[in-house]
């Protein structure tokens, strides 16, 4: 059975940072690209970031560049996402996925499994 889980989510003013975790059991993880994606109420589910299977290419929405660093750890089945300078419009429950293709897709529908989400609130 495959289960991603997210954590490291949680209330912080503007301007810090946090650190999300992805841990993936049940699926060989080197084996997947992985992305990272962010919901609010009412709103489609949106892209953040992705990493190759191999992380030696990533990929970034223009609203998070520069701030946002996605990273992964293959031997500890681990993907991450750094964010910096967060704003209150960063505000979201963020769901790392894995993609057994290449990767750097931002299509959610293309990804196979999703983790069930960590809250990130900012406040100003």
């Known amino acids: 059975q495959v289960q991603l889980v997210e954590s490291g989510g949680g209330l912080v003013q503007a301007g810090d940072s946090l650190r999300l975790s992805c841990a993936a059991s049940?699926?060989?993880?080197?084996?997947?690209?992985m992305g990272w994606f962010r919901q609010t109420p009412g709103k489609e589910r949106e892209f953040v970031a992705a990493i190759t299977r191999s992380a030696h290419g990533t990929h970034y929405a223009d609203s998070v560049k520069g701030r946002f660093t996605i990273s992964r750890t293959n031997a500890e089945n681990t993907a991450y996402l750094q964010m910096n300078s967060l704003k209150p419009e960063n505000t979201a429950v963020y769901y790392c996925a894995a993609d057994r293709t290449t990767g750097l897709r931002v299509a959610d529908s293309v990804y196979d499994y999703w983790g069930q989400g960590t809250q990130v609130t900012v406040s100003s």
């Open positions: 049940g699926l060989t993880f080197s084996n997947y690209a």
